[in-house]
């Protein structure tokens, strides 16, 4: 089973992929049709948003410390043009950038610029679901992106999510199992709730993608839950996201 996190080298071919995916999709999208997890947003705005993220984590790897954020500033000219120029600026200043090397970030993993390469992929994979989403399709996640997406949500948001969210409700173990890889994760108690071991009072099983996806309040996968439904379910409602 692959170790996750994943390695710069393998975030970078999957980031390029995912933002050519989304590049095509900004090309021929309805311009005027909304984004349904995204409550108020068009599809204008889901480029945007994102195409703004990337530039903005570009200066934020290139030069190691937090910059403003500017997510909603209007892209000029072409919007498709002006998102692969974004993903093209995030890709060259990843591919210069030494992963090892301390810099800024907001979540609860070690401070140096691999977090960038792993948080970009999900960035883009996310937004990509959004965008078929308006088209009234699904993507394919490559499975071993969406568990390596499941790791950073329990591993490295969870601890910080009081930075966003209330602490969600967990008196006792939980298990996740991603059944197509065979990775799973426990989150046990705590303030917050973080990785650990324990006898799981339930488990939550379905495909990477569908529990990724689940995690990040997207679609309407239903998971095979076994044990303490009721616990499961109350968890999974709770914000895990920022």
Same mark, same amino acid.
């Given at each position: ?22 590049? /095509? ?5 309805? #311009?005027? #049709? ?5 409550? @108020? ?8 948003? !994102?195409?703004? #993220?990337?530039?903005?984590?570009? &200066? ?37 950038? /030494?992963? &090892? ?6 979540? @609860? ?30 993507? #394919? ?7 390596? @997406? ?30 197509? !890889? ?47 439904? &009721? ?12």
């Amino acid at each position: 089973m692959p170790t996750l996190p994943l390695t710069a080298r393998d975030y970078l071919a999957h980031l390029r992929a995912l933002t050519a995916a989304f590049t /095509d999709l900004a090309r021929s999208a309805d #311009v005027g #049709v909304a984004v349904p997890a995204c409550a @108020g947003w068009t599809w204008p705005d889901l480029v945007t948003h !994102t195409g703004n #993220v990337h530039r903005w984590a570009a &200066e934020v790897v290139r030069t190691g410390e937090p910059r403003k954020q500017a997510f909603e500033e209007p892209a000029a000219g072409d919007l498709a043009g002006w998102y692969a120029e974004s993903a093209a600026l995030l890709l060259a200043a990843l591919g210069e950038a /030494d992963p &090892e090397e301390r810099c800024w970030h907001f979540c @609860g993993t070690a401070k140096t610029k691999l977090f960038w390469f792993r948080r970009q992929v999900h960035e883009t994979a996310m937004h990509l679901v959004d965008a078929h989403a308006c088209a009234g399709t699904t993507p #394919v996640l490559d499975p071993l992106v969406s568990a390596d @997406g499941i790791d950073e949500v329990l591993g490295a948001m969870l601890p910080r999510i009081t930075r966003w969210h209330a602490v969600p409700p967990l008196p006792v173990p939980l298990t996740v199992r991603a059944t197509d !890889t065979g990775h799973e994760w426990t989150v046990v108690p705590g303030e917050p709730p973080v990785l650990g071991e324990g006898e799981a009072a339930a488990t939550v099983e379905a495909p990477a993608q569908d529990l990724l996806t689940l995690l990040w309040k997207r679609g309407e996968a239903t998971p095979r839950i076994t044990g303490d439904e &009721e616990l499961a379910r109350v968890f999974l409602k709770s914000p895990l996201t920022p």
